[in-house]
């Protein structure tokens, strides 16, 4: 057996550590000078997003409504045309982000899923138009509820086959906007 010395020892361990510090460094410097381009897109993605969820608008302006934020769409005429919400809820891979948007007269008019990671081929069918177009209407007095089957009311959303919990969540992500909304328009802000 071969007697350890500290030439066998320190070299790799030095080679190893200035290529980690090599690659940090590396790493941070990308960072920095990608952060404003990634910043950029996710603007313009949040901006398309929201001509989506509420495609009569022209323009959106921020608001603040206890210290929850959404946007106000404005149509060509200047009129709000609705209102636009950002919730979230947990589902099967995790936190599944939407994007709601809420015509001035309390319809659903889009739903848009910002992020998941949901199962593909199951979950992630949250992103197909039949299932999110299913809370395209009238809000709801309460709330929209899943039901597996053939929904037999407007506040009743069909679950994806093998993908309840991200029905679910995605339900309950589109009642937390709704309920903001009505929140929002009992306090008179709306």
Do not use: H, W
Not at 169 to 176: E, G, L
């Amino acid at each position: 057996m071969e007697k350890l010395n500290l030439k066998n020892v320190a070299i790799p361990v030095i080679s190893l550590f200035t290529i980690c510090v090599v690659v940090t460094f590396a790493l941070a410097a990308t960072n920095i000078f990608t952060e404003k381009k990634v910043k950029e897109q996710n603007m313009l993605s949040e901006q398309s997003s929201r001509q989506i969820v509420l495609p009569n608008s022209k323009s959106f302006n921020q608001k603040t409504f206890r210290s929850t934020e959404y946007y106000e769409g404005i149509n060509s005429s200047g009129q709000v045309e609705g209102f636009v919400f950002n919730t979230e809820a947990r589902g099967y891979g995790g936190t599944i982000k939407i994007m709601v948007g809420i015509t001035a007269d309390s319809k659903v008019s889009g739903v848009n899923i910002l992020s998941q990671n949901e199962t593909p081929g199951l979950g992630a069918n949250i992103k197909n138009d039949n299932f999110k177009n299913q809370f395209i209407g009238l809000v709801p007095q309460s709330e929209f509820s899943v039901v597996k089957g053939k929904a037999a009311s407007d506040s009743q959303i069909e679950a994806l086959t093998g993908a309840t919990i991200s029905s679910k969540a995605v339900t309950s992500a589109v009642n937390d906007a709704i309920d903001l909304f009505k929140e929002i328009k009992a306090g008179g802000e709306i």
